[in-house]
Structure formats: C-alpha cells, structure tokens
C-alpha cells in the first residue's frame, strides 16, 4: 500500500505525538474525567494508524510488528488479572477483584485505590488489539488478495 | 415517547438492512445499526431530568446526577459491537477472496 | 470455600492468554496446557457437587448490600448451576484430550486451543451468573469464540457457514440486550433475584410481557428452537469435530436452554401463556428436527439435526412441568417432567458428542464425509465402530443406554399431565431416530462391499490414542449415567437442580438474604 501526499506525511510527523499523549492523558485521568480506559485506547491506536496509513505498508516490516502488538494485548489482559488476583492476597479475605490500595481524596491524580491500574491495563489492552486488527487485515490485502 | 419510538425505529431500518439487502458488506452496516440504536436506546433510559454527568469533583454541593449504570453497560456493548464488526469484516473478505463476489445470491455452496 | 467460584472463570481465560503468548514461540505448549486446565476445572466441579449444602453467593469485589439494595455482580452456584458446570467443564476436557491429535494438522494450532479456552470461560461465566448483564457479556465471549472456532479450516464451505451463523447470532444478541433495555426501565436494576422481586410487586406491565417474547426469540435462537434453527446444520457440520461436539453437546445448552430455564422459572413469574409457547416450540423443533435428518447422507449434517430434536425433548420436558405449574396442578409431575428434561439435557451431551467425535474419527482416517462412499468400517476401526453403536444405541432409547430413561421419564410425566398427544409425538420422533440411527450404523460401518475408500487406496488404521481414550470414557458414561435414577445417585446431583425450578421462588430469599 503506498503512502500519501507529502503534506500528509509532513502534518502527521508533528501530530501523531501529540494524538498519543493525548490518549494517554484519557487513559490516566479516568477516574476523573469522562472517558478512561477503552476511549483512551481508541485514540491511541489511531495514532498508530494514521502512521501506518501516511506512510505506506512497503518500509514497515508488518509481519513482526503484528506479532509484538499480539503479544503485548495477550500480556495486558494477564496483568489486568494478575491485579484483579491479588486482591485475594492482600486486601479482605480471599474477595477477588477487591480495591485494596488506598483510596486518597476525592480529586487528586493517585486516588481511588487500583481503578487508575485497571485503567492503563485495559487501555494497552485496547490499543494493542485494534492495532492487531489493522495489521492482519493489512497484511492479507497485501500478500494474499494481489 | 417518541424518543423511545425514534430508537426503536432506527433498529427496525438496521433489521432490513441484514434481511433484504443482497450484498455483504451491506449487511455488516445493518448489524452495526442495529447496535447504534440499542446503545442508544439504553443510555436514553437513564436520563434524569436537569441532570449532570455522573463525576465527583470537588467543589460539587447536592446536585442531581443522571443513571450512570446505563452507562457502563452502553461501554461494554460497544467493545462487543467492535468485537463482532471486526470478525463479520475479516471473515467477509476472506469470503470475496474465495468466491470471488460479495453477492449473496452467488454464495450458496452450502444446501438442504 | 467462596474463594475458588471466581476460578471457573478466571482460570480458563488466564490460560488461554498464556497459551496466545507462548504459542507463538512453542507449537505444543497449547495441547497439553489446555487438557491440564480442564482436568483441574472438572476435578473443582466434583469438590463442589461433595461440599455444598446450599446454595453459594459471591458477590464480585465484596460490595455487601446497601440498605437491602444489592450493588454488588453476583456469582451464584445453585444446583442447576453445578449441574451444568459438570456436563461443560468433562464434555470440555474430554474434547480437549480428542484434539491432541486431531488438530495437529493444521498449522495456527495455538490460536485452537486459545478460543476453546475462551470459549468455556463465556460458557462458566453464563451458568455461574446473577446479574442479567453478566449473562449477556459471557454468552457474547463465548458466542464469538465459537464464531471464529467454526471457520477453523479457512475452505470455502466454512467461511460461509460460519457468515451465516454470525449474522444470525448478532442479531439475536441484539435482541437480548434490547430486552435487557426493557427490564432496567421497568425495574431500575440488573440483579436477577432483584428483578424478580421488582416484578412481583410492580405488576404485569406489558414492556415486561414484550421483553419476555423478545428474550425467547433471542435465546431460542441460540438453544436453536425450531423458527431459528437455520444455522445450527451449516455451523456444526463444518466446525472441526471436537469443536462440533462443544458446539452440538454443550453450547446450545448452556447459552440457550440454561438461560431460558434460569429466567422464566426464577425471574419472570411462571404464566400460562409463556409455558404454552414453550411446549409448543420444543414440539415443534422436536418433530420437526428428525424429519428434516431423515433425507441426509452427510454424516455430520444428520447429527446436527438431530441436535435440534433432541433439544426439542429437553425444552418439552421442562415446557410440561412448567404448564403444569402454571395451572397448580400436582407437583410430584413436575418434579417428574423437570427432571425427565435435565436428565436428558446431560445423556443429550455425552451421546452427542461421542457421535461428533466418531464422525470425526471416521474424517480423519478416511477423509469422507458422505454415507454412501464410506462402509465396511467395521473391522478396520474396532474402537471407533462399539463406542458408536454404544451412542447410537442410546439416542434411539434402547435400555440399558441413558436414553431410555430420560425418554421414558419424559414420555411417562407426559401422560401424568394428561397431555397423551405429546407422549404418542414423543414415542413417534424416537423410533423415527431409531431408523435414522440404523441407517448411519449400516451404510458407515457395517457395509459389507466396502466404500470408495477402497477404491481410492486409502489404508485406514485405528485412530490414534488421544481420540481412542477420549470416545471410550464417553461410551463408558452412556452406560454409567443410567445410574441416575438410583435415588441416592440422584439426590446428589440431579434432585438440587430440579429442585431449583420447581421451588422457584426460593432463588430470591437464598441470594439475598432476607
């Protein structure tokens, strides 16, 4: 798939920063602010994709970079459940899922106990497998449907 | 009312899109109004009359919040409809590449 | 005790994510990974089904009630609950064990064994469930697990079976969650025993009537009832075999049949009208399954619709004690209907996946699917010809197989009732099946002249270990399984769970506590 236009290459080299650390502060300020972990994740994969998208599948090897993306959402889920197991161990007696961290003031960035960690794991989740499904869908229509 | 009706409308547009529709594609863009509408639909119900969004801040004082519970669950069923959008589009463009054609009256190997 | 309910889930999908990172790097971590999971599963069902006395709440996260108002996700095990957590997680592990060897040929072997795992982690999540959105999530993981499962082998047939089946199962979960739409309108909560309790005091609204007809087209769909069973023959034949077997013996049961028990027994209050539109569906798809199966000479499309009819008997049975509910009529009847309905719900999963996976032990040494090419089988796979007959034997309700007592509990409790239509329908639609069975045993098995995989130079063998070990439990436990009428067998495991649906109303003062 070849890219596009030099002014679209030029623009998304300054603003696909600027759109990842803005899916990052939706992912981070969840707890206080609409959105959390799934929107955050969104808009971080599509950052990834306008990448992939400006500049054209021919320099990027998308074979490796569809398996790191798979391997990295397989991994979020498993800390997403490690976490959720933990509070067996360390909060009430053997209650899964409970919130075992402190829970601070209303307000404050660190607050409100593991529901910010659930927030991040669940936004690499996210970002990770749609940008998977991007990839594999990339990679059939380049290799097998020519 | 007639909010309910208009919801419950739109669903019934999805729903002859997947029935009477002859491409594939076509009817992907039905299943996925169909979910719009219900997703629709269920955060409509949780409307609370001069309500705000459903946050503490700080500084707040009594105020009337609108149902935040039909909201987590309008979240959920979206990550669903993507889920479901996703493989119906992945198994459909295996089917053009197989069969050469998105018409379903041609796709037909399966009888009886 | 409390503590090991949440691993019916956790540990399947922990598990088939560990599978999805290490089988890109290893191709046989997954088979054996995924048999250890199961074996532990099934070895934590039996530790229940000994240790509990009643019934078991969790509530997710340890939120307790708020001034009487359940906030929490509940995890209840009752005893219809345990019972249909035995039957997936054995039928599962057995399943599991067959495709050590069966899926060795083809090369995403990792990603199998990661949507099989995900798949029973839906199908624990929506029989351990109380709270109505819960049901919807795990039945939606478990749902499109099995849509991707169907289109395994990436060949033409399939690709479009399984289009077929996920159109057909998306728009049914939309109706489903619509439905659910409609209940939190009425009754401002999600809860399955709160719900309930905001029904009987708020009255018969007709939202509630509508959400109940919306929620039978969706679940009928998915226990494939007769008006919406145009996918069930496509998406089980063209599945793998063991995945058929899951599919055929325990999915339409634990999302279809379950659900539909769980919410018009403990949910909605018990009517008339509803409990005659499901005896009639479950006459419907039972006669009308087994005609449909009779003009069919593909091994795997037969069985498949001869899912449909025996399901048919299972909604029957149970559609029978609910009609005799409704009317207040005698209650040692529907204890007798309920657990003629549950009793075959369970042989309906060991027959039928046994008969899955022989049809798939004959694929795999003689690639043919259809009868009439394939025959004289006999003496070259020993193994695989007894545990079918042994299966063939009990769907047509010959004694001492299980399915004559589940059949004759059905049929007997039919008569009791006073409905003597349904029982002659009932003893008609078995010796029907009894022919069909007769025609797959000849033309597969027994036919002296030999098959065109004589012709073709094909040499057949006994199948490999792994798929011996797995269809011999199976026939043993045909066998086994008509122990359950010997009451103290039964009390352990079948008298819980039809005890839950009979004494319906109980369900709300055990989960919440007052």
């Given at each position: 798939m070849k890219g596009m236009t030099i002014i679209v290459k030029k623009v998304t080299e300054i603003i696909c920063g600027v759109i990842f650390l803005y899916g990052i502060y939706i992912i981070v300020h969840g707890h206080l602010t609409p959105g959390g972990g799934f929107a955050g994740g969104t808009i971080i994969a599509g950052s990834f994709i306008l990448l992939v998208l400006a500049f054209g599948s021919e320099f990027l090897a998308l074979k490796k970079e569809e398996t790191g993306s798979s391997i990295l959402e397989s991994s979020a889920i498993l800390i997403f459940i490690v976490i959720a197991a933990l509070g067996m161990l360390m909060g009430g007696v053997g209650i899964f899922f409970v919130n075992f961290l402190p829970k601070g003031?209303?307000?404050?960035?660190?607050?409100?106990?593991v529901i910010p960690l659930f927030n991040i794991a669940v936004g690499m989740e996210v970002a990770a497998a749609l940008l998977t499904i991007f990839l594999a869908l990339l990679i059939y229509r380049d290799e097998v449907l020519k | 009312m007639i909010i309910y009706i208009l919801t419950v409308f739109l669903f019934l547009i999805g729903l002859y899109g997947v029935i009477a529709k002859r491409n594939l594609i076509k009817i992907v863009i039905g299943i996925a109004l169909m979910e719009y509408s219900v997703n629709l639909f269920l955060i409509l119900i949780g409307y609370v009359r001069g309500g705000t969004a459903p946050i503490l801040t700080e500084g707040l004082g009594q105020k009337v919040f609108v149902d935040p519970l039909p909201q987590a669950m309008v979240l959920t069923a979206i990550v669903i409809g993507l889920a479901t959008t996703a493989l119906l589009l992945a198994i459909a463009i295996r089917i053009y590449k197989k069969y050469g054609t998105f018409d379903i009256r041609e796709i037909k190997n399966l009888k009886g | 005790m409390d503590l090991f309910i949440p691993l019916f889930v956790v540990v399947p999908l922990g598990g088939a994510f560990l599978i999805a990172i290490i089988g890109s790097f290893s191709r046989g971590f997954g088979r054996y990974f995924t048999s250890i999971i199961f074996a532990f599963l099934t070895g934590l069902c039996i530790y229940f089904v000994f240790r509990i006395q009643g019934p078991l709440v969790y509530r997710v996260g340890g939120w307790e009630l708020f001034e009487k108002i359940p906030i929490a996700i509940y995890m209840v095990i009752d005893g219809l609950s345990l019972y249909l957590l035995l039957i997936i997680n054995l039928i599962g592990f057995l399943s599991a064990f067959y495709s050590i060897s069966y899926i060795k040929k083809f090369t995403a072997e990792s990603h199998y064994y990661t949507l099989f795992c995900l798949m029973t982690a839906g199908m624990n999540g929506v029989v351990m469930s109380g709270d109505l959105f819960n049901i919807y999530v795990f039945l939606e993981i478990a749902a499109i697990a099995s849509y991707a499962l169907v289109a395994f082998e990436i060949e033409k047939e399939h690709l479009e079976a399984s289009f077929k089946y996920q159109v057909l199962g998306g728009v049914s979960s939309l109706f489903i969650l619509l439905s659910i739409g409609f209940l939190y309108w009425q009754t401002s909560t999600l809860n399955i025993a709160d719900v309930s309790r905001m029904i009987a005091v708020g009255g018969k609204g007709e939202l509630v009537v509508f959400s109940q007809v919306i929620l039978l087209a969706g679940f009928g769909l998915k226990a494939a009832m007769i008006p919406f069973h145009a996918w069930l023959p496509d998406a089980h034949s063209s599945a793998p075999s063991p995945i058929s077997s899951m599919l055929s013996g325990v999915l339409i049961k634990a999302i279809g049949a379950y659900v539909i028990l769980r919410l018009f027994f403990n949910m909605f209050a018990i009517t008339h009208s509803v409990a005659m539109v499901i005896t009639v569906i479950g006459t419907l798809s039972m006669v009308v399954g087994v005609l449909l199966a009779i003009g069919q000479w593909d091994i795997k499309r037969l069985l498949a619709y001869h899912s449909i009819s025996q399901m048919g008997y299972v909604v029957l049975g149970v559609g029978i004690g609910m009609l005799v509910l409704a009317r207040n009529g005698d209650r040692a009847v529907a204890t007798l209907a309920i657990a003629g309905g549950l009793f075959h719900l369970f042989n309906h999963a060991v027959f039928k996946g046994l008969l899955f996976l022989n049809a798939g032990a004959v694929e795999y040494e003689t690639g043919i699917r259809d009868m009439k090419k394939l025959g004289g089988l006999a003496a070259k796979m020993p193994v695989t010809t007894s545990t079918s007959l042994s299966a063939s034997m009990s769907i047509s309700g010959i004694p001492p197989f299980n399915g004559f007592f589940s059949k004759l509990i059905i049929i007997i409790a039919a008569i009791q009732a006073q409905y003597y239509v349904l029982s002659i329908l009932a003893v008609f639609v078995s010796i029907i099946t009894l022919a069909s069975f007769l025609k797959v045993q000849r033309f597969t098995f027994f036919n002296k002249t030999g098959g065109e995989w004589e012709r073709r130079g094909i040499t057949v063998r006994e199948v490999p270990f792994s798929m011996c070990f797995s269809m011999i439990v199976l026939a043993i436990l045909c066998f086994l399984l008509s122990a359950l009428i010997v009451p103290s067998v039964r009390d352990v495991l079948l008298t819980p769970a039809v005890d839950v649906l009979v004494r319906a109303g109980e369900y709300t003062t055990a989960v919440l506590g007052y």
């Open positions: 003031t209303i307000g404050q960035l660190i607050s409100a106990g | - | -």
